[in-house]
């Protein structure tokens, strides 16, 4: 059977996301950031709609 104590050991070493800074947790629901986050997601998919060829708007409309 496969020995999985050493890589168990590994994971509880590694250093939680908040130890480095990371993450910041705060008092509870943040909108704006929440906003801003979704914004960005929004932007970075469009960027990769309109990186493909097929999806240029350009070429349709040129005449």
Known sequence: MI??????????????????GLVK????FQLLPAIFGVIAIVQVSQFHWYARKGNDPSERFTR
């Open 3 to 20: 020995d999985l104590t050493h890589i168990i050991d590994f994971a509880t070493q590694l250093p939680h996301p908040s130890d480095l």
């Open 25 to 28: 947790p705060s008092g509870g």
